[in-house]
């Protein structure tokens, strides 16, 4: 049997107000043994402190820090088109697993990690990134296809197509971290007594297709792999 009858996956647009109101929904209808949200405890933390890096902090930590400021002003101007910070879907997990009183998991892979590779990619996609996220993010624009998910859905087949370095970093090898992390966490459930667990989930949009299909490939096994929970703080 394969690891996806124990993970529910919620697909968010991370500047969606309906994405919010889906996962408060799910979550609290379904009532999970465990919620699983795609975040590392640095930007778990980070969003808890609502603070946001400024340009001249960002160039103190060079090109990492450069890169972080350039792909968090990406998120903040969709969030203007679609009428939602980036990260209200998460927060809204977070309360809904603390109103149940269920564990709550951070399954994405380290920000530092991602940043690193960021840094490695091709110069071209580098230089395209920082032109976008400075200018126009990619050319699909809020309201000329008039479904905001078939509008995000096409600016990742843009994207991929664009930056296929950072696809493979930011989409491909993330799915295979959060998939590690959520059997991980199955198995944890089943030690603990919990004979069938239910984990929901909250990714991306662009995340959940792959990690869906990861799962489903997973045959159920003793696996544990490291990962952060902040129901331990």
Known sequence: MSY???VKLIGTMHVSPKSREEVVRTILNERPDAVAIELDRTRFLAMNENRR???EEALRFGRRGLINYLLAK????????????????MKAAVNAAQSL???LYLIDEDINVILSKIAAAPGREKLLMALEALGVFLPIKA???GDPMEEYRLMMVQ???RYPYLYRVLVEERNEVMARNLISIVENLKLRGIKRPRVIAVVGLGHKPGIEHLLDRAREQRFL???WTAGAM
């Open 74 to 89: 990406v998120e903040e101007r969709l969030g203007e088109e679609f009428g939602m910070a980036p990260g209200e879907e």
């Open 143 to 145: 309201g000329e296809v």
């Open 53 to 55: 890096m400024t340009l």
């Open 159 to 161: 994207f991929k197509r």
């Open 225 to 227: 792999s490291p990962y």
């Open 4 to 6: 996806l009858r124990y």
């Open 101 to 103: 009183g269920v564990p």
